[in-house]
């Protein structure tokens, strides 16, 4: 079951234009959550996060995730944490990034990832 941010800890955003007059717009910040492992099993899940302004019109989007902040209670046993990737889609006119997580051990978390967006097209 997917799952958003409880906040995004310093966001980012820098918009310039392109010779073609569109909106480029760079993204950045790093979405704080708790996601806990379950046991020697693999867990999966996806996070949402919502990112920038809104568009009138979104031509293309390339967001980069990686992990930003992992830990583990106790002894590390087979222990592992990733992100599986990233895609996007618009939510009410803004970008929406769907970040497939997975995390091994019973008592290892995933706090937070960092995003980095580069967009271009054109802002509300």
């Known amino acids: 079951m997917a799952f958003w941010p409880s906040g995004i ?21 790093y979405p704080v959550f708790d996601f806990r492992g379950s046991g020697g099993s693999w867990k999966h899940d996806e996070l949402y996060v919502v990112a920038g302004p809104a568009w009138r019109n979104l031509i293309d989007v390339t967001p980069v995730v990686s992990l930003a902040s992992i830990s583990n209670s106790n002894h590390a046993v ?30 290892g978390y995933i706090h ?12 509300l």
């Not at 800890?9 to 910040?29: C, I, M, Q, W």
């Open 78 to 107: 087979n222990a592992g944490w990733a992100v599986d990737g990233v895609r996007w889609e618009t939510y009410n006119s803004q970008i929406l990034l769907r970040i497939p997580l997975a995390i091994r051990d019973s008592d």
């Open 9 to 29: 800890a310093t966001p980012h955003e820098l918009r310039t234009r392109d010779h073609y007059n569109r909106d480029l717009v760079f993204l950045s910040g």
């Open 112 to 123: 937070r990832v960092a995003y980095q967006i580069t967009a271009v097209g054109n802002i």
